[in-house]
C-alpha cells in the first residue's frame, strides 16, 4: 500500500514562499505520477500541479503557472511543492497524490488514486 506523508504548511504573509514536501513508501515512487491538490473551504479539490514519472514533463493550473514549482527526487522517495509569490487565494489544504503509474495521463485528476493527509496552508493579506 503507497502512503503519503506531507509536510511544510503553514501560515506566511503575502508575497511569502513556502516549500511543501511529501514522502512516499510502500510502492514504486519512481513509476509513479505525483501531483498536488488543494481545496479551500466550500470548494471542490483541484489539481494544482503534477509531475510525470520520468520527472521530465509537468502540468501547471494557470493560477500557479510562474509561481509555483514541483519537483521530484526519487533517490529520496519525495516530491516537492516549492511555492513563492503567494497570495491569499492560495490558501487551501494542499494534499500530495500519487497514480498514473508508468504513464503519460499525470495531468489527469482522475489518475490518482492515492493521497496524503493534507497540510493547511494559510496565506494572510
Known amino acids: 500500500q503507497v502512503q503519503l506523508v506531507e509536510s511544510g504548511g503553514g501560515l506566511v504573509q503575502a508575497g511569502g514562499s513556502l516549500r511543501l514536501s511529501c514522502a512516499v513508501s510502500?510502492?514504486?515512487?519512481?513509476?509513479?505520477?505525483m501531483a498536488w491538490f488543494r481545496q479551500a473551504p466550500g470548494k471542490e479539490r483541484e489539481l494544482v500541479t503534477a509531475?510525470?514519472?520520468?520527472?521530465?514533463?509537468?502540468y501547471y493550473a494557470d493560477s500557479v503557472k510562474g509561481r509555483f514549482t514541483i519537483s521530484r527526487d526519487n533517490a529520496e522517495n519525495t516530491v516537492y511543492l516549492q511555492m513563492n509569490s503567494l497570495k491569499p487565494e492560495d490558501t487551501a489544504v494542499y494534499y500530495c497524490?500519487?497514480?498514473?503509474?508508468?504513464?503519460?495521463?499525470?495531468?489527469?485528476?482522475?489518475?490518482?488514486?492515492?493521497w496524503g493527509q493534507g497540510t493547511q496552508v494559510t496565506v494572510s493579506s
Open positions: 497524490a500519487a497514480g498514473a503509474y508508468y504513464s503519460d495521463n499525470y495531468y489527469d485528476r482522475h489518475a490518482y488514486g492515492f
Open positions: 510502500g510502492g514504486l515512487f519512481s513509476r509513479y505520477g
Open positions: 509531475i510525470r514519472w520520468r520527472g521530465d514533463m509537468t
